[in-house]
């Protein structure tokens, strides 16, 4: 987490655009198109944590989710190591799927009721050819369990059986078994309970830091997006109107949204009696 | 007399022939012109104590098993459902989470204010539309005399959310329940409906219960506030007291879980472990297996509410007798 400016590009992206055409709104309306992501430039740096924050609809999910090619990007490019990711057949894609994890926000959502925590985390494994039989990859499984503070003895369990936060773990650990370079991580404590947030984000934070992963991290909360940071970038209509350095943007913000969203976080203090 | 008082409250869920406990000896009074806040992670009870106040409970597994709720000096447990149901929407109002589910998709939302103008008091269509209008004013929709005509898919979230607020403020509710009413809107758009609450408070005296997850939003808006920890009161005094003398471990530790935006923290004091499952039995404090402080004593005999000072309920059997600087436990 240190001098993160001397480091070197890992994530490039260029004048992103992702628009989506929806239905006319009137009978005699042409259809038109919403500019989810409109032109947006950042990069991600070895081994540091890049927040995009803003609020519901600004285009902060869309920008995560072209990046790992669940939508179609419109325009511009995405250079992932030199290479440019928007451009790749989904083909060819693939083996940078393993390189480029993404963690969702509904951990109920996101693992699959009927496998267990075994086959859930296995799958991966064989999908990318990380494990040749089972002996491996439970060995993998184990040793992963066991870095997101789980009991390996979880593993012959289900989803259901668990709480909001274990199945977090569980989908941190699904990413973290395959070593990725970068990790997406799109609102990925916003469903939990603060004392339950607090201690994933401290797991996210040590696992970063351990690995020297790069990160992505899309969140709406400011006080979550301070704790785990190094540089922050604001997005408000599909663009990004404000980034730099987190002490930057949280002690000395230039643009009118990025106080305005400041100063509407509800402080702790007391009310006057 | 306060307008609300709570006594004794206790709320079973019916599972497998057994009633469990969910809530017990929820006690608190709401005074006029004054709100109370009920803070507490999801599963703590708050919810429920809520639906029970407004007699929600009916139909489902849950069941009020004791206690008592007086309301403007009538024993609302005492009434017919009839009369309970003339006193709901009425003189006590509540405002839901999710303003897209509580509203209903295929009504315009001036027939939904209209629908409850028209139940309480004997107003013509007319004249309940005209007041629907002044409502939807009152809580800022703009342009309210075609907004009126709206389905709910039409508005933003933060415009359905002042709709509900509308719908219950439309017979000028004595009492107003609003249940994480902010959680679902954006931090821009949750000041502005808070503002709102408290605006319309000034203006017309009502008593507020506002439940909510945030300490922020607690310290900001409530003039009192009781902690819940699996179904029961932890800790409750006026705000300022409670935010400069924090005394159960359990707000200390939500405290400590917060990530602040006004300094760098390096590791969050998280509460360790997770707050227990509904038919796990324990019988001392339901908190001592992720308090950092607890004792031998902790596991085997429950901690009683005791007043540490004037108005300042703690339920801990240390409150005071710990290191100072008291945080919970450190989880990496």
New interface residues.
């Given amino acids: 987490m240190t001098q993160a400016t001397s480091k070197r590009a890992l994530l490039d992206v260029r004048d992103l655009k992702t628009y989506f055409t929806i239905g006319k709104t009137g009978l005699f309306q042409a259809k038109s198109q919403l500019k989810a992501v409109d032109g947006v430039s950042f990069e991600v740096r070895e081994g540091e944590v890049l927040s995009l924050v803003g609020?519901?609809g600004c285009g902060k999910s869309t920008v995560g989710r072209t990046l790992t090619q669940l939508e179609r990007a419109t325009g511009g490019r995405a250079d992932f190591d030199g290479q440019d990711i928007l451009a790749m057949s989904p083909r060819a894609f693939r083996p940078l799927r393993r390189q480029i994890q993404m963690i969702f926000q509904d951990p109920f959502a996101s693992l699959n009721p009927r496998r267990s925590i075994e086959q859930t985390l296995a799958e991966p494994l064989f999908i990318h050819k990380l494990a040749r039989n089972w002996a491996e990859a439970r060995s993998k499984i184990v040793e992963t369990l066991e870095q997101v503070g789980m009991d390996p003895k979880v593993m012959q369990r289900y989803p259901h059986e668990f709480?909001g936060?274990?199945r977090q773990r569980i989908g941190i650990a699904r990413v973290m078994i395959l070593k990725p370079r970068l990790v997406i991580a799109d609102e990925a404590v916003s469903a939990l309970?603060?004392?339950?947030?607090?201690?994933v984000?401290?797991?996210l934070?040590?696992l970063q830091q351990d690995n020297g992963l790069s990160m992505l991290f899309i969140s709406?909360?400011?006080?979550?997006v301070?704790?785990i940071s190094d540089r922050v970038a604001v997005m408000y209509k599909g663009r990004i109107v404000e980034m730099g350095d987190?002490s930057q943007i949280?002690e000395n913000p230039q643009h009118d949204y990025t106080r305005?969203?400041?100063a509407?976080?509800?402080?702790?203090?007391?009310?006057a009696? | 007399m306060a307008l609300l008082e709570v006594r004794d409250l206790e709320v079973g869920v019916a599972i497998g022939g057994k009633v469990l406990p969910v809530v017990q000896g929820i006690s608190f009074d709401v005074e006029e012109n004054q709100t109370l806040g009920i803070v507490g992670?999801?599963g703590c009870g708050k919810s429920l104590t809520s639906l029970a106040i407004m007699g929600l409970l009916e139909g489902s597994m849950l069941r009020l098993t004791g206690g008592s709720i007086s309301f403007n000096g009538q024993d609302l447990l005492a009434l017919s459902p009839r009369a309970r149901r003339a006193i709901m929407g009425d003189q006590m109002a509540m405002i839901f989470q999710e303003p897209m589910t509580s509203l209903n998709p295929v009504y315009r939302i001036g027939d939904q204010i209209i629908e409850s103008l028209r139940q309480h008091r004997s107003m013509s269509q007319r004249q309940a539309r005209a007041r629907a209008i002044e409502l939807l004013d009152l809580v800022r929709i703009p342009d309210p005399e075609r907004r009126v005509d709206s389905y709910p898919h039409q508005l933003s979230?933060g415009q359905r959310q002042r709709v509900m607020i509308a719908m219950a403020l439309a017979c000028g509710p004595k009492l107003l329940i609003a249940d994480e009413p902010t959680t679902a809107l954006?931090?821009?758009?949750?000041?502005e409906v808070?503002d709102l609450m408290l605006d319309l408070q000034k203006r017309t005296g009502t008593a507020i219960i506002l439940i909510s997850?945030?300490?922020?939003?607690i310290?900001?808006?409530?003039?009192k506030v009781v902690v819940m920890y699996r179904g029961k009161i932890v800790e409750s005094a006026?705000?300022?007291t409670l935010?400069?003398n924090m005394s159960h471990p359990y707000t200390q530790?939500?405290?400590?879980?917060?990530?602040?935006?006004?300094h760098?923290?390096e590791?969050?004091?998280?509460?360790?472990g997770?707050?227990p499952l509904i038919d796990e039995v324990l019988p001392g404090c339901a908190f001592h297996p992720r308090c950092s402080f607890a004792q031998a004593s902790c596991a085997t005999s429950p901690p009683s509410a005791d007043y540490v000072s004037d108005d300042h309920l703690v339920r801990c059997h240390f409150p005071n007798d710990r290191p100072s600087g008291g945080e919970a436990g450190g989880?990496?």
Wanted: include cysteine; glycine fraction near 6%; charge should be negative.
């Fill in positions: 609020e519901s709480s936060g274990q309970d603060v004392s339950i947030q607090a201690q984000l401290n797991l934070k040590k709406h909360d400011l006080g979550v301070r704790h987190k949280f305005r969203l400041l509407s976080i509800p402080r702790i203090a007391q009310k009696a | 992670e999801s979230g954006d931090v821009t758009v949750q000041k808070l997850h945030d300490l922020g939003v310290s900001e808006t409530c003039d006026k705000t300022a935010f400069s530790g939500l405290l400590a879980s917060i990530p602040v935006v006004d760098d923290v590791w969050l004091n998280a509460i360790p997770r707050v989880d990496a």
